[in-house]
């Protein structure tokens, strides 16, 4: 009888993991799991699509450079016509720290050959880095809409542009004290953001993400959005929002809600406060509307995978990982519904 430990062993139990009987036991089953990762991330992640996206190869930042308008003037016969100037600036993005998932998988063949269990873990682990990037993109959104501004030419709002006397915010309730509002109070409230970008030459698609709360609120009330008769495309049966005054209706639960980071950061040098908001609005905050120049993302390492078996510790660990960091590129492109 063969030793129980030898290599050469007849009986040897076929690998599920390995290609045509390779030497690698684990082939297959780290494409698979990384496949599973990524499509997690897809469908969870719905910040990616809303705004600029720029990847790089190297370096630690990117630059995005903006430029001022140009002025009109008339001429009088005679004159020398000189040139004006058009201002320039950059708006700097720097990458933040490594964000990783992991989990660690011991007796790896008999894990492997659970797919239910490990899909839960791809599943996971694909959910924790969307719900980062998505928490953390629409912080940098409502900084786009309430913070200091930027380099960027066009300046911040002003607390007089607005009836709740704070900038970037328009009250659903017509205060400012968090109270329930309507289903048409929060159409109301999308269509003077429309007035008030167009008011002041903002362009660009708009989008709308809306606090769950809200979302239904919208959903199941008689609104002008819901209501067919009066042109409204939303559908109770179907459970969608889809366009408020052209405006697409999206639905999230990573709004910012509370003054803190959520992520913490290390060796980038920004510490917490790039993902922080910036006033007592947070606590009330129900939606946010705004175009794809409202944040800027810079991607170093994209969402990847890795997979190493452990001898010491008789398992494998496997990682999800990417390297990306925001901030706000455009003035005047969020406004905030408190």
């Known amino acids: 009888m063969a030793d129980w430990n030898s290599l050469t062993d007849s009986t040897a139990a076929s690998r599920l993991g390995a290609i045509n009987g390779g030497s690698d036991k684990r082939a297959l089953f780290l494409k698979q799991f990384s496949g599973e990762v990524l499509t997690s991330f897809e469908e ?48 700097t993005v720097t990458v933040d720290d490594l964000l990783v998932s992991s989990t660690f998988i011991p007796k790896i063949d008999e894990a492997m050959n659970h797919y239910d269990v490990r899909s839960i873990y791809s599943s996971e682990m694909g959910n924790a880095l969307a719900n980062a990037a998505d928490k953390n993109v629409f912080s940098i959104i409502y900084q786009a809409a309430t913070g200091s501004g930027t380099a960027d030419q066009e300046a911040q709002w002003t607390n007089a542009q607005f009836a709740s006397g704070t900038k970037g915010t328009i009250a659903l309730d017509g205060t400012d004290t968090g ?26 698609e708009k989008y709308c993400v809306l606090t769950p709360a809200m979302y239904y609120t919208l959903m199941g009330a008689d609104t002008t959005a819901m209501n067919r008769d009066t042109g409204g495309n939303g559908s109770v049966a179907g459970g969608s929002v889809p366009t408020v005054g052209g405006v697409k209706i999206f639905m999230s639960n990573h709004l910012p809600t509370s003054d803190a980071g959520t992520v913490p950061l290390n060796e980038s040098g920004r510490g917490a406060t790039p993902y922080t908001g910036s006033d007592a609005y947070l606590a009330t905050l129900k ?6 120049d409202a944040a800027a993302t810079v991607k170093l390492l994209d969402l990847g995978v890795e997979s190493e078996y452990q001898i010491e510790r008789q398992g494998t660990l496997m990682v999800a990982k990417y390297a990306m960091g925001h901030n706000v590129l455009r003035n005047k492109a969020a406004i905030a519904l408190v």
């Open 179 to 204: 109270t329930t509002v309507s289903g048409q109070e929060i159409v109301d409230g999308i269509i003077k953001s429309l007035e008030t970008f167009d008011s002041n030459d903002v362009t660009g």
């Open 44 to 91: 969870r992640n719905i910040a990616m699509p809303l705004h600029r996206v720029r990847t790089i190869s190297n370096g630690k930042s990117a630059q995005f450079p903006v430029t001022g308008v140009a002025t009109a003037a008339y001429h009088t016969a005679g004159d020398t016509i000189y040139g004006g100037t058009v201002n320039a600036s950059e708006i």
């Open 287 to 292: 939606g946010m509307v705004f175009t794809r």
